[in-house]
């Protein structure tokens, strides 16, 4: 173990542990704005910047390795001046675009800028504007928006293993491109750590301000990993999927399927109502309807032949306690044990 | 699993065979990536096609489809025979069935299994010497194991080799099959198979009949056995299943030898079909009933960890449409047996009474923290890895298994395997994927995969169409040229119903599983005109 002190307060963590990391074990909040709970540390933007006495250099402290003694300062004019500074070479970039941003109201930039209190900037360069593109056919690219932190290119290559995008360019020209177009899934890792709106959803024809969407917690439907996310409900149709960092075996990662495969949910080629087979053609018919028929017909089959010649086909996409429901239906009521679903196939 | 997936990262190699684990559980396929890439974890990945994992993978075995049992027992053979590297204290102590076992072993020399494989034998040395140098390690196996003639005999050559180098009931090891759908184990785990009730209490068993009919208010239960899937559809072709009610299930997709499956379908009295779309299946029922999607209910599934989390209601059903209990229930009560619960929760507590693996799992907990089964009691924390400390069933039991190939092999008429499966982009029938533009950008129309070597001889180029036929069928498609599967090997997805792939598969089903051999079918190759 290692012994140091943060802001007055002595500190034992083991080591290699990271400033950044024994700080927020002693419940101090350093602000961070490229590092990210899953990833390596990344380094590039200069919040998170600490005073290390006897050092003439503030040093970052999601890279910095505690050492044996050392007394960190987290809170000074200087270190302050600093952040802001980070801040303001950030906004000469980014547009303040908030009120059209799909990120707006849970944007990490937009939190520090506010938290910060940063009213104008000083500094000015040269933009030429420049046009929002489509990343893949699911996520559009806003470089402008872009503060080139590279959490996007660092999950694609650390929590994903691919490593389809990087950053191409050269100063305020540089953007993140794909650069290996059949490598990438559009899982949209990339836009699920990007804290700002310079990666957003490009499927939802549907947008909800993150306010004033409903989050609920769910599992996914697909396969067995059982990945937990959020369905973003607006006006009862679902406009979204989110996840929690670090939450559920996916540890807030999806894939494809699960973060864009929503749209089925609110198809206009949902079945909405019963219907009964008449001369070959379906007819709407209530359920009153319906389910006579299908009791007067299971009942008849029932009575001539017995209740093995009637079978049923439960589901892997339905809850356990309809897989239940269904068995005891399928047992209880009409008695046979003929019940089965698609595990085999 | 024996496991959960988290533990592939405490394992020191994994051997992942028949599961294209990046296209098909994405996520678990990361635990995989991260296990190789930031923990040295050594990667042997098998499988008759070059699928993405192999470019993580330390030793690729590209062995040819239904082969598998051939090459489990050659590792094994090296393993024992060879080299020695077996757990001899294990077997010793928590196993039973060794000396047949082993006897068994010995005519699969790396020579014969490499002719029989197609698997170098260097390569065969290596990855047995990995595999059991390595301890822990993890054996994943998805639908590239089980989809066989030999599928049962496959799976419990996996639990051979993991009980031969003692990696069984360990952090880190394992025999851990993937499962394909969200609640697939959660449906076998409630009883919706026709040989056991919850918890895999067997119908046969008086005691569980008597228990459950007690529960249930009724007199008895029916002790006998009931039709497996692949079973109901000949029963009908003869008349003996007469009526079917299929709750969110296509058949008509995802069935083997489609052509059979309609015929039968069509031969049935009544087909009621329950769910959220006009499916294939759907369209041919005499009465079809609105179901809803998982984000208008409220329950619970069980993945592949044996994991039970909650599912929760998002938004109110669409138009007419009504929750699949409340359909069942509503039908019951017509049909005479009021069947009352006030809401999920309520069904949840009446399957903990009658199913010790679910006793303690409720809806409280859940709200905490996912809970693996077996669970007996509220205080019980479950049970994340099985047969820790012993074998659940006291001790682990080794089977001598025979390598026999699959049903229908390659010959002159029809000299290329068939094997199905999935892509990343859609899943199953694709009754869900397909609806919607996002997933279909991206896999718009299906694609045959066809080794280049192979197109060059049918003068087959990128992008043209060919009609691939079997003895039972023929579809036209899209090639896709592609080193993905061997020379000799085409590789078709089952998504797409309009060319579905099943009207050419071959419906020999595994004798002790019931599961048809979509891996491997003979079929003819053309290009369409």
Partial sequence: ?345 | MTNPIKDVLQAKAILAIGTNTTENHPIFANYVKEAVLKRGTKLIVADPRRINLVDYADLWLQHRPGTDVALINGLMHIILHKKGLHKKEHIENCTVGFEEFAANLEKYTPEYVAEITGVPVDDLEAAAVMYAESSPASILYAMGITQHTSGTDNVKTLGNLAMLCGNIGVVGGGVNPLRGQNNVQGACDLGALPNVLTGYQKVADEEVRQKFAKAWGLEELSAVPGLRVTDMFPAALEGKLRGLYVMGENPLVSDPDLHHIEEAVKKLDFMVVQDIFLTETAQLADVVLPGVSFAEKDGTFTNSERKVQRVRKAIEPVGEAREDSWIICQLAAVMGYPMEYADARAVMEEIRKLTPSYAGISYERLEKKAIAWPCPAEDHPGTPILHVGEYACGKGVFFPIEYRPPAENPDAEYPFILSTGRVLQHFHTGTMTRKGKGLNQLYPELLAEVNPADAEKLGIEDGDFINIASRRGSIKVKAWLTDRPAAGVVFVPFHFGETAVNLLTNAALCPDAGIPEYKVCAVKVEKAS
């Fill in chain 1, 1 to 345: 173990m290692v012994t140091l002190t943060i802001d007055g307060k002595e500190v034992k963590v083991p080591q290699g542990t990271t400033i950044l990391a024994a700080a927020r074990t002693a419940g101090i909040r350093i602000p961070t704005l490229c590092y990210h709970g899953r990833l390596d540390p990344i380094g590039s933007c200069r919040m998170c910047v600490v005073e290390i006495e006897g050092v003439a250099h503030p040093m970052a402290a999601c890279t910095t390795p505690v050492e044996e003694g050392i007394v960190v300062t987290t809170n000074s004019e200087r270190l302050h001046r600093i952040r802001e500074d980070s801040l303001k070479l950030i906004l000469v970039n980014h547009p303040l675009d908030c009120p059209i941003c799909d990120k707006g109201g849970e944007c990490l930039l937009q939190d520090l800028v506010y938290e910060f209190g940063i009213d104008k900037v000083e500094y000015q360069a040269p933009k030429p504007a420049r046009e929002a593109v489509y990343a893949t056919p699911l996520i559009r690219y806003w470089p402008d928006r872009c503060i080139m932190c590279l959490r996007c290119v660092t999950a694609c290559r650390e929590i994903k293993g691919i490593g389809a995008i990087e950053i191409k360019g050269e100063g305020y020209g540089s953007q993140v491109v794909v650069i290996d177009e059949e490598k990438c899934q559009s899982c949209g890792e990339c836009l699920s750590v990007c804290p700002t709106g310079a990666l957003t959803e490009n499927l939802s024809r549907f947008k909800g301000r993150p306010w004033l969407v409903k989050r609920v917690p769910t599992t996914c439907t697909y396969c067995g990993c059982g990945c937990q996310l959020e369905l973003n409900v607006q006006n009862n149709r679902v406009v979204g999927v989110t996840t929690q960092e670090g939450k559920g075996v996916n540890r807030g990662s999806l894939c494809v399927k699960g973060r864009f495969g929503y749209e089925f949910i609110g198809s206009d080629e949902r079945l909405t109502t019963p219907l009964i087979k008449k001369d070959g053609e379906f007819k709407e018919a209530s359920w009153e309807e319906a389910l006579n028929l299908v009791a007067e017909r299971f009942g008849a089959i029932k009575e001539e032949s017995g209740p093995d010649a009637i079978a049923g086909l439960s589901s892997a996409r339905c809850t356990n306690e309809e897989n239940y429901l269904f068995q005891k239906f399928m047992r209880g009521v009409i008695g046979t044990n003929n019940v089965d679903h698609c595990a085999r196939l």
